[in-house]
């Protein structure tokens, strides 16, 4: 688990080491957050600390994790 996890790093960080983001980088990261969030929502699950350290790039192939 550790081994995946070292393959992860934070938006924010992701930002300050790349730069600012496109807007259709934007776009995607946001399609994402609001697609995950809308599906724990339906399990009547709520996020309660939704922040740029708490959401995950995986840096190998900029996805969400």
Do not use: E, Q, T, W
């Given at each position: 688990?550790?081994?995946?996890?070292?393959?992860l790093?934070?938006?924010?960080?992701?930002?300050?080491?790349?730069?600012?983001?496109?807007?259709?980088?934007?776009?995607?990261?946001?399609?994402?957050?609001?697609?995950?969030?809308?599906?724990?929502?339906?399990?009547?699950?709520?996020?309660?600390?939704?922040?740029?350290?708490?959401?995950?790039?995986?840096?190998?192939?900029?996805?969400?994790?």
């Open positions: 688990i550790s081994l995946f996890y070292d393959l790093i934070p938006i924010k960080d992701y930002i300050k080491k790349k730069g600012p983001l496109s807007l259709s980088d934007v776009y995607k990261y946001a399609l994402h957050v609001s697609s995950a969030m809308a599906y724990i929502h339906s399990l009547y699950i709520v996020h309660r600390d939704l922040k740029c350290d708490n959401l995950l790039v995986c840096h190998l192939n900029n996805k969400f994790c």
